[in-house]
């Protein structure tokens, strides 16, 4: 049987597991807890509790409509071309913006072994990314085997870390409850979008089951159970154990397991840190690569910049580069790039309205729609960024788009449109 239409329940749930358990959870407890203090435990049970829907919404889409092309293709079937290409420049311009903030996370680790700071840190950016370049330049990429037991590896290191933690658990961290009051909850969960981007990824790789009908909903079902359970022992055991020191840590889980097993434990969690985020990154760069190319080949971007595999990739290297550079706090940061994922959910739930049945799945979509809209307001100021980008690529293509376009190459089982969602980039890692 053709290995595209050949993957099982099992295999599909890990690899969901894998395109959501990305490197955000290596900081994000400590960045909900300093926006919301313990009642940032609220917020990682709201996002478990959406994730079943918004999940489940993108696995009914694929269950009903098996295809590649994941969110585009969905938005161009419900509203149009020009949609679907606002959904590929916020994905797009989403990479060089998340890059600094994801490395970010994993310099903390870094400088918290090596001290240095902001200079390390910014050390670490430019030789994980560095890499990242040079390895999509000549066509190195990272196997798919590789990056689920990277991802594995993770999920590893976060049993470790909690059951090595629990001891030292106190029920008098959770006092004062909400320092910041409780809009510091709505703060938090727009943060923590990061952690969950990637359910989008059931439905590209609906096409890959051998009975998409039956075996999404149930890998959909495993797979919102597993990350649900290990963000939230992760986030519970973080408040309970680190208490006020939580909110300032750069690097929470060598924390965890620094107090729970000593030894050299901040260097293994730094390398750890380093190989998952590189991994992640240089999925990053290989599809959103290729998404620039089927953008410019669409007339949705200027193929003088765009057009061909190294002005791509050369484009979202050197826009990262200049979005670490500009020195933006790493909460802030954070928000412009949910900002963008979360838009994208916004108008692939919208699609859903459209495209589902009537039934319990509209339903739920209805749920999922109402959801993101209110992350995408609770993101705040940052949020506008991703309107300002879904404007600009409609703006691009009223202007300047020619009135006889080229043969959509963001279509149906295309593995270009969507770096995070295509089943070639979720094989890979690729994951938030």
Request: net charge positive.
């Amino acid at each position: 049987m053709n290995a595209r239409t050949d993957l099982s329940v099992s295999q599909g749930a890990a690899l969901s597991v894998g395109a959501v358990l990305g490197t955000g959870l290596i900081s994000l407890p400590a960045l909900a807890a300093d926006a919301a203090g313990p009642a940032s435990l609220v917020a990682w049970l709201a996002l478990i509790v959406l994730s079943a829907p918004l999940a489940w919404t993108f696995a009914a889409l694929g269950a009903r409509y098996p295809d590649g092309g994941g969110v585009s293709t969905y938005a161009r079937m419900a509203f149009g071309p020009r949609i679907a290409a606002a959904v590929g420049w916020c994905f797009y311009f989403a990479v060089p913006l998340g890059a600094p903030v994801a490395v970010a996370f994993t310099g903390g680790y870094v400088s918290d072994v090596l001290g240095g700071g902001r200079v390390t840190e910014l050390a670490t950016f430019l030789v994980i990314v560095g890499t990242a370049y040079v390895m999509n330049l000549f066509g190195l990429r990272v196997s798919g085997r590789v990056q689920l037991v990277l991802s594995v590896s993770l999920a590893l290191l976060l049993v470790v870390t909690v059951i090595a933690a629990l001891p030292h658990a106190r029920w008098e961290n959770l006092t004062p409850f909400a320092p910041h009051g409780w809009t510091g909850i709505g703060a938090a969960a727009a943060l923590l979008v990061w952690g969950f981007a990637g359910w989008e990824a059931l439905s590209s790789l609906s096409g890959e089951y051998r009975n998409p009908r039956r075996d999404v909903p149930r890998a959909t079902l495993i797979a919102v159970a597993v990350v649900g359970v290990l963000y939230l022992a992760v986030a519970t055991v973080s408040v309970l154990a680190l208490g006020p020191d939580l909110a300032g840590s750069r690097a929470p889980l060598a924390d965890l397991l620094a107090i729970g097993l000593g030894g050299p434990v901040r260097v293994l969690t730094a390398v750890v840190a380093v190989v998952l985020t590189l991994g992640a990154v240089n999925a990053y760069f290989a599809g959103s690569s290729r998404l620039g190319v089927a953008l410019a080949n669409e007339g949705a971007l200027p193929a003088r910049v765009f057009g061909g595999q190294r002005r791509s990739l050369t484009f979202i290297f050197l826009a990262s580069i200049a979005c670490a550079l500009l020195s933006l706090d790493l909460h802030t940061a954070t928000l412009l790039v949910t900002g963008c994922f979360t838009l994208v959910y916004v108008i692939g739930t919208a699609a859903a309205l459209r495209l589902l049945p009537a039934g319990w799945s509209r339903v739920v979509a209805g749920i999922a729609f109402a959801a993101v809209v209110t992350l995408l307001w609770l993101s705040g100021p940052p949020a506008l960024l991703s309107l300002v980008i879904a404007a600009s690529a409609l703006a691009y293509q009223a202007i300047v788009r020619p009135s006889r376009a080229k043969p959509s190459s963001i279509s149906s089982g295309s593995t270009a449109p969507n770096p995070t969602t295509s089943p070639e980039a979720v094989r890979d890692g690729c994951s938030a």
